[in-house]
C-alpha cells in the first residue's frame, strides 16, 4: 500500500469517524468542520465511501453511515461470537428483571455496549448497542477496569475520572478501593453513578484462563434493592464465561 492509499485510508476513518449518536446526520460542510479536511476532499471521500456502501446520501443531501459497514462489523469475532454466545444469557436475566441487560467489552479507555435488551418503560440510561461509555462511572466499565491490569489504571487516572452526577467515582483512593473490592467479590453496585436514577449491577465474563473479556450488567431505578439482583448477574455471567472460548 503506498504512503497516498494509507493516507487516503487515515482520511476516510476520520470521514467516518465523525458520525455520533447525537449526530448521525452531517453535512459535507459539517464532515469539513469535524475533520479538518479541506471541502473538495471531503467530497471526494463521501463519493468513494457512498460507491463502496459505507456511507449513504440521503434525500436532503446530509449523509449518515451505511449499512455495508454494519455487515462488516458483525463479523467481528470479538463482538459477534461472544454476543451469540451471550444471548440466551442475556435474555433469562432480562425476563427475570424487565429491565435494562446490557453486554460490553472494553475499547481503550471506553466500555463498549455490543447488547442490549430493554423493555418498554424501563428506567432511561446512556448507554446504547454499539455505544461507549468511560470505563470509571459505568457498572461493565468498572468490571473491566477491576481486571484490565495497572497499565489500563494508569491510563484512566491519567485522562481524568470525569463527574457525571454526584455520585461518580472522581477521586484515585475511591477508585482503586472500588476495584479491589471488585476483584474481591466478583461483582459491583453503582447507585446513580453515570444517570441520576438508575441503580447498575454488574459482574464479569471471562475465558477459561480465567482472562476477563466483557461484562454484563443491567439497570433499574435507583431505589430498588440490587440484592436480589446480585445472583442474578452474576449466574448470567457465569453462564457466558462457560461458552467462551
Keep these: 500500500m503506498s504512503e497516498d492509499d494509507r493516507s487516503m485510508l487515515g482520511r476516510a476513518f476520520l470521514v467516518l469517524g465523525s458520525f455520533t449518536s447525537e449526530r448521525p446526520r452531517l453535512s459535507q460542510s459539517e464532515l469539513s468542520r469535524r475533520t479538518g479536511l479541506p471541502l473538495p476532499t471531503v467530497h471526494r471521500l463521501c463519493r468513494q465511501l457512498v460507491a463502496n456502501g459505507a456511507l449513504e446520501r440521503v434525500d436532503d443531501g446530509h449523509y449518515e453511515i451505511g449499512v455495508r459497514l454494519w455487515e462488516l462489523g458483525a463479523l467481528a469475532p470479538r463482538a459477534h461470537g461472544l454476543r451469540q454466545v451471550a444471548l440466551p444469557y442475556l435474555e433469562d436475566l432480562y425476563e427475570a428483571t424487565r429491565e435494562n441487560v446490557q453486554l460490553v467489552v472494553r475499547e481503550d479507555l471506553e466500555a463498549l455496549y455490543i447488547e442490549r435488551l430493554s423493555a418498554r418503560g424501563a428506567v432511561t440510561v446512556v448507554g446504547r448497542a454499539g455505544g461507549r461509555l468511560p470505563l470509571h462511572a459505568s457498572s461493565g466499565g468498572l468490571v473491566l477496569l477491576a481486571f484490565g491490569g495497572k497499565d489500563l489504571l494508569d491510563d484512566v487516572l491519567a485522562a481524568g475520572l470525569e463527574r457525571f452526577t454526584p455520585s461518580t467515582i472522581t477521586t484515585e483512593h475511591r477508585l482503586r478501593s472500588t476495584l479491589d473490592d471488585i476483584r474481591r467479590t466478583g461483582w459491583v453496585t453503582c447507585r446513580e453513578h453515570l ?31 440490587p440484592a436480589p439482583l446480585i445472583p442474578a448477574v452474576r449466574a448470567a455471567a457465569r453462564g457466558i464465561s462457560r461458552g467462551v472460548a
Aim: hydrophobic share 50%; proline share 6%.
Design 195 to 225: 444517570n441520576v436514577g438508575t441503580l447498575a449491577v454488574a459482574a464479569p465474563v471471562s475465558r477459561s484462563t480465567g482472562e476477563v473479556v466483557a461484562a454484563v450488567s443491567v439497570v433499574v431505578p435507583a431505589d430498588k434493592d
